[in-house]
């Protein structure tokens, strides 16, 4: 079965799964190839890291693989960025997308708070805590026109994303 609605559930999915191994086996084989082999690790395009690295001139990224890190200094999951502090950075930060992204940005937030500029690339799900919590009336907020093409993909996300920019002791 392959019709619009069983694509809906299965992008949803998509969007709310960590590893790609609970993604192989929620997803019918057809539409895990489309998403996995496309936007694996939904990195962040070249152009569009490039753009905002000439504004913000980026030190840091914290939560990357060695194969698609943004900057010289970085973490993995094997140091955790979560846990690391990122004082005085100026941070590029697209989260993983699953569960815990929550955590990522309520760590940008508290991190701006001790002096890291943190610009995010995170999916435009506004009616979401984190949003509410962490981002609206403390971040500036730019959204995205049209989808991003994540990876080497062709297709574009099935969701929409803006850019949240947590400004170093930023006081409203
Ligand atoms: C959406 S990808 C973005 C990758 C890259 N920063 C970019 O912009 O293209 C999120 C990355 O976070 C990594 N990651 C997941 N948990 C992490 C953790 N606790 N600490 C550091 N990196 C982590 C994943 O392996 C994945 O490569």
Redesign the pocket.
């Known amino acids: 079965m392959n019709n619009d609605k069983s694509n809906i559930l299965n992008q949803t999915q998509v969007e709310n799964c960590e590893s790609n191994s609970d993604l192989r086996q929620k997803l019918p084989r057809k539409l895990a190839v489309h998403f996995l082999s496309n936007s694996n690790?939904?990195?962040?395009p070249q152009y569009l890291f490039d753009e905002l690295n000439k504004e913000f001139n980026f030190t840091l990224?914290?939560?990357?693989?060695v194969a698609?890190?943004?900057c010289s200094k970085y973490?993995?999951?094997a140091?955790?960025?979560?846990t690391q502090s990122w004082r005085g950075e100026t941070v590029f930060m697209?989260?993983?997308?699953g569960r815990e992204i929550g955590k990522w940005i309520k760590k940008a937030y508290e991190e701006s708070l001790n002096g890291a500029t943190v610009v995010c690339l995170i999916p435009a799900r506004t009616d979401t805590s984190y949003w509410h919590d962490y981002i609206f009336n403390k971040a500036e907020i730019r959204f995205l026109r049209g989808r991003v093409k994540f990876g080497d993909g062709k297709n574009s996300a099935p969701f929409p994303s803006a850019i949240v920019i947590f400004k170093a002791n930023f006081t409203g």
């Open positions: 690790e939904w990195e962040t990224d914290p939560c990357c693989s698609n890190k943004k973490f993995t999951i140091e955790d960025g979560l697209n989260p993983p997308y």
